[in-house]
Structure formats: C-alpha cells, structure tokens
C-alpha cells in the first residue's frame, strides 16, 4: 500500500478520526494476506470506509487550519490595537498614569512626566502618592519646579492593562482655568454690589417723594423673600424676588407728589393715574440687564388670578408665580402699615384678607406659607 502523510490534528474530532483511520491502516499492515482471500464486495466496503474517513479528517483539518488563522489575525489586530493605544498616551496633553490595584505606577506618558517633574523610570514601581477615586473627578496640588504649586484634575477609569485589571488616571493642568473662575468671582461680586448700589438709590428715590410709605419696599422685599424660603424656591428665584421686591414700586416716581401723600379719599382720576406706577416701573427697569426678569415682575406685581387687577388684567397662569408672590406680600405689609388716608389696619386684619381670598384674589400656596410664616414660625415685619 502507498504511504500516507498525515497532519497530526489538534481538536477533539480531528483526533477521533485519525485514530480511527490510523487503526485501519495498521489492520492492513498486519494482515496483508487478508487482501488476497477477501472477496470483491469486502474490498469496495473497506475502501469506502477508508475514503469517508480520509474525506472528514481533511474536512477537520481545513477547519483547524481556518480555526488558527483566525486566531492569527486576532492577535496581530490586538497587538496593532495596543501599539495604537500606546500612540495615542504617549501624544496625549493630558498626563496619563496606570497603576495597579495597589497603586503602584504601572507606566506613565511623556505629559505625566512633564507633571511629576520626573522620569517615567523614576515613576514605575513607585507608590502614586495621591488618593484615587473612579467616583468623580478630584482636583490635586501637584508642586512641579520653579511652577510651584499648580492645579490638576484628575479623572480615573477602570480598565485591562496587558491583560490586568487596572486604574488609568487622566491629569489635566486647571491652574489657568482656577485662576480664571477666580478672576470672574470677583468681577461678579462687583457687579453684584453695584446692582444693590443701583436698587437702593431707585428705591430711595420713590420713598423720598412718598414718605408715608418709607420702608415699604425693603419690608416687601424681605417678606417676600421669607416666603419664597418657605416654599422651597431656588437660591436664583428667591433672590430676583427680593431684588424686585425692592423696587416694585419705581414707577411711583412718575406720580405727582399731591397724589401720593393725599390723605383723603382718591378720585377716580386719581386712581387711574397710581394704577399706571406698574407699567411706568417696567419701562423704567427693562433696560435694565438684571440676571433676573425683575421688569416683568414688577410689571405684574398687581395682578390677581381672578382677572380684577391691574395694569393689564391678567389671570391664573399668564401671572407670573414670582409676580403672585409678591402681590401676596404687598398687600399684606400695606394693610399692615399706616398710610395718609387710613391708620393701619394691623397684620391680623392683613391675614384675614389674604385667607378671606385665597384661590380668588391670590395664589392658594403663597398664601399658606405667608399665613405659616406668622403664624407658625414667628415671622415679624421689619421694623422701619
């Protein structure tokens, strides 16, 4: 018989039929005299075997071979990828450290060598030294030569390192960023205090022309500012509150003096012209840049959500919820306070009309928190 060369398989079924046909073959060897004595038919059911079983070992060959080029080209890819990732470290701006679950220093990019002020061989091995966290980013100190002190942020990410489970830091220098937001800090408090300069003077100017109503406007403003506390309002919505609860009355400057300080009964003329002090203050603060839509709430500040108020009777949702605070708190410490055509009238009495009209005149959330604020927690009016 011819001599076959055969590849030794590597898988399981691969294996099981070599050793079938390799058991065949010896058969024949070992007994070469059968071939003589055996009649045509065993000899074609033989060859038949030996071929099917010479056909599938080929088929589980060519599958092998197909099996080990595919993981050939696995890894070259994985080797290329790594060699890519590695590109992309080493060029990153940012410093970039691996560390190992213990927090030694795996490897570390030319840019982290810029930060540490050392070496990448200096790095490796060697304890981080700074606390790691893949929670948020964290800002570290790092004191880097004649630099001093600068300012890094530093984010961690869990990931596979040559096959381990490790940490990489990325550490970006913020210093410029930290020294900028200081730069703005202090130029908002700037603005921030020439905004209250601006308030007080408009504010002192309506009370100079009015002075029976002297401290009003400060005394609305804090109560209003009290009850958007209490309900829970943003920092942001309590403090446009308060500044146009400071002012709401502005375009009280536009009325005559005569009208103002009358201490009879207003005509009906008379009334007409101070329920114009709304629209007259909008136009007075609409140029004014305020982080805060104070024009429109001042604007709105005598709307009432049953459609009865003024300037352009307005109701339930078109009003402002900022405009219905400080309705609330307007006529509250005016029914509380004297004025020239009547004594006052007291805070109870002043509690009683907001309750009275709760849900028809004024919002029923404002109303129970402005009741709460005096009745439950002590409030008081400033004094004048």
């Given at each position: 018989?011819?001599?076959?060369?055969?590849?030794?398989?590597?898988n399981?079924q691969?294996?099981?039929?070599?050793?079938?046909?390799?058991?065949?073959?010896?058969?024949?060897?070992e007994n070469?005299?059968l071939?003589?004595?055996m009649?045509?038919k065993t000899k074609?059911?033989?060859?038949?075997?030996?071929?099917?079983?010479t056909?599938l070992?080929?088929?589980?060959?060519?599958?092998?071979?197909v099996?080990?080029?595919s993981?050939?080209?696995?890894?070259?890819?994985?080797?290329k990828?790594?060699?890519?990732?590695?590109?992309?470290?080493?060029?990153?701006?940012?410093?970039?450290?691996?560390?190992?679950?213990?927090?030694?220093?795996?490897?570390?990019?030319?840019?982290?060598?810029?930060?540490?002020g050392r070496?990448?061989e200096?790095?490796i091995?060697?304890?981080?030294?700074?606390?790691?966290t893949?929670d948020?980013?964290?800002?570290?100190?790092?004191?880097?030569?004649?630099?001093g002190?600068?300012?890094?942020?530093?984010?961690?990410?869990?990931?596979?390192?040559?096959g381990?489970?490790?940490?990489?830091?990325?550490?970006?220098?913020i210093?410029?960023?930290k020294e900028?937001?200081?730069?703005?800090?202090?130029s908002l408090e700037?603005?921030?205090?020439?905004?209250?300069?601006?308030?007080?003077?408009?504010?002192?100017?309506?009370?100079?022309?009015?002075?029976?109503?002297?401290?009003?406007q400060?005394?609305?403003?804090?109560?209003?500012?009290s009850?958007?506390?209490?309900?829970?309002?943003?920092?942001q919505?309590?403090?446009?509150?308060r500044?146009?609860?400071?002012?709401?009355?502005?375009g009280?400057?536009?009325?005559?003096?005569?009208?103002?300080?009358?201490?009879?009964q207003l005509?009906?003329?008379?009334i007409?012209?101070?329920?114009?002090h709304p629209?007259?203050?909008?136009?007075?603060?609409?140029?004014?840049?305020?982080?805060?839509?104070?024009?429109?709430?001042?604007?709105?500040h005598?709307?009432?959500?049953?459609?009865?108020?003024?300037?352009?009777?307005?109701?339930?949702?078109?009003?402002?919820?900022?405009?219905?605070?400080?309705?609330?708190?307007?006529?509250?410490?005016a029914?509380?306070?004297?004025?020239?055509?009547?004594?006052?009238?007291?805070?109870?009495?002043?509690?009683?009309?907001?309750s009275?009209?709760r849900?028809v005149?004024?919002?029923?959330g404002?109303?129970?928190?402005?009741?709460?604020?005096?009745?439950e927690?002590?409030?008081?009016?400033?004094?004048i």
């Open positions: 018989m011819p001599h076959l060369r055969l590849l030794l398989p590597r399981p691969a294996i099981a039929l070599f050793v079938n046909l390799s058991t065949l073959l010896q058969y024949f060897t070469n005299q071939e003589v004595s009649n045509a074609n059911d033989l060859k038949t075997l030996f071929d099917e079983q056909s070992l080929s088929e589980a060959n060519r599958r092998l071979n099996e080990i080029e993981r050939i080209k696995a890894e070259e890819a994985l080797q990828n790594e060699e890519s990732f590695r590109t992309i470290i080493d060029g990153n701006v940012d410093g970039i450290v691996v560390l190992d679950k213990n927090g030694f220093v795996l490897f570390a990019n030319p840019a982290a060598e810029l930060f540490f070496k990448a200096n790095l091995g060697k304890p981080f030294g700074y606390p790691v893949t948020e980013a964290t800002e570290l100190d790092i004191l880097r030569g004649k630099e002190l600068i300012t890094v942020e530093m984010r961690v990410v869990e990931t596979k390192w040559e381990e489970k490790v940490n990489l830091a990325s550490l970006r220098n210093s410029d960023r900028m937001e200081e730069k703005l800090k202090d700037r603005t921030r205090k020439i905004l209250g300069g601006t308030i007080m003077t408009v504010s002192m100017m309506v009370e100079i022309r009015d002075p029976y109503t002297a401290g009003h400060h005394r609305v403003a804090d109560l209003a500012r009850i958007a506390t209490e309900m829970n309002l943003s920092n919505a309590i403090e446009g509150i500044i146009s609860g400071s002012i709401h009355d502005v009280k400057i536009s009325i005559p003096a005569e009208i103002l300080n009358k201490p009879g005509s009906k003329e008379e007409r012209v101070i329920r114009t629209q007259v203050g909008y136009d007075i603060l609409k140029a004014i840049d305020f982080p805060y839509p104070v024009a429109k709430f001042v604007l709105q005598h709307e009432r959500i049953d459609g009865s108020g003024y300037p352009a009777g307005l109701s339930g949702k078109d009003i402002t919820k900022e405009a219905k605070l400080l309705a609330v708190a307007d006529v509250l410490e029914m509380s306070s004297h004025r020239p055509y009547r004594p006052s009238l007291g805070i109870n009495k002043a509690l009683e009309e907001i009275e009209n849900g005149l004024y919002d029923a404002v109303v129970d928190a402005c009741s709460k604020l005096f009745t927690k002590g409030y008081k009016l400033p004094a």
